[in-house]
Antibody, heavy 129, light 107 residues
Framework: EVQLVESGGGLVKPGGSLRLSCAAS????????MNWVRQAPGKGLEWVSF????????HYGDSVKGRFTISRDNAKNSLYLQMNSLRAEDTAVYHC??????????????????????WGQGTLVTVSS | DIQMTQSPSSLSASVGDRVTITCRAS??????LGWYQQKPGKAPKHLIY???TLQSGVPSRFSGSGSGTEFTLTISSLQPEDFATYYC?????????FGQGTKVEIK
């Protein structure tokens, strides 16, 4: 069974740091790109960050750029999110999400289409004094 | 950044109703759009990729359509287990962006 289990959430003061982990199982972790997506209490979903399968490429949302760092350890089937300079508005449930894709169209003009599946249950980060 | 405008933000419907949710992208995104369902206290569940392809195991009453900037999710006959919040997500470029969500409630 494909499974993603997050850990590392908790209560932290503004300006503090926290490191989230995501343990992956049931699939070849080293062949998939991964993402973090968060959801503030009572709010919608917000994409946070992406990392390619071999860590060559990373992307970040504007609200976390320069403060958060995504990384992975393929030998340990683990994904991480280092969060620094935390703010009250970073309070959210953070989900680890696998990035899946398939080639769409013919070999000359086709492209990859992507989707997020599965999602971990999430870990709650609360930033408050 | 690509903005995704989802409507309506909420709707009330009865079991058996046909329901349509719309997402509009601020620029063309081909068919790089997915739909996700979230129930309270649960992680989102993937329903549709490439705008119209049903994920394995998703009931056929769900369908998606559209390309470019206009997309729709349709539930042909609403079932009790379909009451949830639905989100669109563009996978065309970074940063990835979600629609604001549509909460489907029981009338």
């Amino acid at each position: 069974e494909v499974q993603l289990v997050e850990s590392g959430g908790g209560l932290v003061k503004p300006g503090g740091s926290l490191r989230l982990s995501c343990a992956a199982s049931g699939f070849n972790f080293n062949t998939y790109s991964m993402n973090w997506v968060r959801q503030a209490p009572g709010k919608g979903l917000e994409w946070v960050s992406f990392i390619s399968s071999s860590s060559t490429y990373t992307h970040y949302g504007d609200s976390v750029k320069g403060r958060f760092t995504i990384s992975r350890d393929n030998a340990k089937n683990s994904l991480y999110l280092q969060m620094n300079s935390l703010r009250a508005e970073d309070t959210a449930v953070y989900h680890c999400v696998r990035d899946d894709s398939v080639w769409w169209g013919d070999i000359l003009t086709g492209y990859y289409v992507h989707w997020f599946d599965p999602w971990g249950q999430g870990t709650l980060v609360t930033v408050s004094s | 950044d690509i903005q995704m405008t989802q409507s309506p933000s909420s709707l009330s419907a009865s079991v058996g109703d046909r329901v349509t949710i719309t997402c509009r992208a601020s620029q063309g995104i081909r068919n790089d759009l997915g739909w996700y369902q979230q129930k309270p206290g649960k992680a989102p569940k993937h329903l549709i990729y490439a705008a119209s392809t049903l994920q394995s195991g998703v009931p056929s009453r769900f369908s998606g359509s559209g390309s470019g900037t206009e997309f729709t999710l349709t539930i042909s006959s609403l079932q009790p287990e379909d009451f949830a919040t639905y989100y669109c997500l563009q996978h065309n470029s970074y940063p990835r962006t979600f629609g604001q969500g549509t909460k489907v409630e029981i009338k």
